[in-house]
């Protein structure tokens, strides 16, 4: 059984992306500013329907919103696929990077999509019918109890112990190979979980770190939150979200290289130590 080399894979992808942030920058900025932009007129859109929605008490008047929301969620992943495929060609050798832009969309990057769209499924397919259980308890006047909690801390921890496995190889089998992406990447990643896990946490933990530092302190400039009943204070919440979005956004927006390189360049070295390959010099 091989095993993913956990700093090694860590250190790749910074230095990666530190070395081809201009050509990861000329690779994607396109579909990131579709997606910027699609997702600020969606979240918008959403957060008014939903403040006008709880102040007149008619709940139907959301159905238009959720659709827009759920065509975002799926144009996004699109969007994302047109991304990941580029940058993870570049960390793979087969790309060089663009002189001023690139959009292309062919069969690695619907390969990807419906990864990212069969896993999103999966995570729900799982999470939502707890979810119903739950709210149907609180509907009918029960608490949360401990019965309840078991639920939420099992639904938690299947996500956590699937996705790894899942997602970590997820766009270098997507763009390098043609079988069916969530089986070959379960079966690859076999006796690797921990492995993966520490690799997600060392690529996505700073970067998510900084974003809710930022945000945190973009929340301490806005009106603090109203006191009194739960609805309020969900109100309140909801302006300052829409408040906040075009900040949300932007800052989105400017770290989605780093993440997008990080993740595309660890997932490259971990699928080449599992296959056993010589790894390509990053350098290059």
Do not use: C
């Amino acid at each position: 059984m091989r095993h993913v080399p956990v700093v090694a894979t860590i250190r790749d992808a910074y230095v990666f992306t530190a070395t081809h942030l201009g050509g990861i920058i000329g690779l994607i900025w396109v579909p990131m500013v579709l997606v910027t932009i699609l997702g600020f007129f969606s979240f918008q859109r959403y957060y008014n329907d939903v403040i006008e929605a709880m102040a007149s008490g008619n709940a139907a008047a959301l159905g238009p919103s959720m659709l827009m929301m759920l065509g975002y969620m799926a144009a996004a992943l699109l969007l994302h696929a047109v991304m990941y495929v580029a940058v993870v060609q570049l960390a793979l050798g087969t790309r060089t990077a663009p002189a001023l832009a690139h959009f292309a969309f062919g069969a690695a990057e619907w390969r990807m999509f419906r990864a990212f769209l069969a896993l999103v499924g999966l995570i729900f397919a799982f999470v939502i019918p707890l979810f119903m259980i739950g709210s149907a308890a609180l509907g009918t006047g029960g608490t949360a109890g401990p019965a309840m909690t078991g639920l939420v801390l099992l639904a938690y921890g299947v996500v956590l112990l699937a996705v790894p496995r899942f997602l970590a190889l997820l766009p270098a089998i997507s763009a390098a190979e043609s079988v069916p992406v969530l089986r070959r990447s379960w079966q690859l990643s076999s006796g690797n979980f921990w492995r993966l896990l520490a690799i997600l946490a060392g690529v996505f933990g700073p970067l998510l770190l900084l974003l809710m530092i930022v945000q945190m302190g973009l929340a301490g400039r806005m009106p603090a939150a109203a006191a009194g009943t739960e609805q309020m204070r969900l109100m309140a919440g909801l302006l300052r979200a829409r408040e906040a979005l075009p900040l949300v956004s932007g800052l989105g927006f400017l770290i989605s290289p780093l993440l997008i390189g990080l993740f595309s360049s660890a997932s490259v070295s971990a699928w080449r130590a599992l296959k056993d390959e010589p790894s390509i010099s990053i350098e290059a």
